[in-house]
């Protein structure tokens, strides 16, 4: 066994571990927000949603009626859910490609979208936190640390692809940007 195997050779399998793992995990909460996106479509009108109704002064502005800007209000918070379970989804399934193929450019997409996916949940963050989801909020919270702490095993693969120092099996190319 040399250095490069016993080193990198967990490396790559645990990259491709996680990517299997965010695929599973995307896939779930994208299914889990489309099925109450149906629930709710289906039941308009007789099932309304106490946590996006709660706001203080919302009479004033949208006056007495305000059943319609809560069921657009429910739909835009499960079709964000669900965009962006898609969206993990798909960086997710470039991203094991990419470690099973010793593909950086594939690679360093995930490692973007990671940015864009923290940013994203930001904004999460906030309308959990005014509509007192505090299990939306704790989940979030922790799926992004969890993806924070899951980044700079990613970075470890690319800087390995990058430099060569990556096991491969016998007649495998390295696809470098």
Known sequence: MTRKFLFCFPLRVGNIVFGYIVIVLSLMVAALHLYELGACIITRGSRTEDKFGNFQKLESIFGEDKNELVEIITITYYLTYIIIGLLLFIFAAIFTCGVYKLNDCAITTFFVYCFFHLFFSIG??????????????????????????????????????????????????????
Do not use: H
């Open 124 to 177: 999460l963050i906030v309308w959990e936190a005014l509509t007192a989801g505090w299990v939306q909020l704790g989940l979030i919270a922790v799926s992004d640390v969890l993806l924070i702490i899951c980044l700079f095993s990613v970075k470890y693969m690319m800087e390995a692809i990058r430099t060569g120092n990556v096991y491969t099996r016998p007649g495998d190319i390295l696809y470098k940007c």
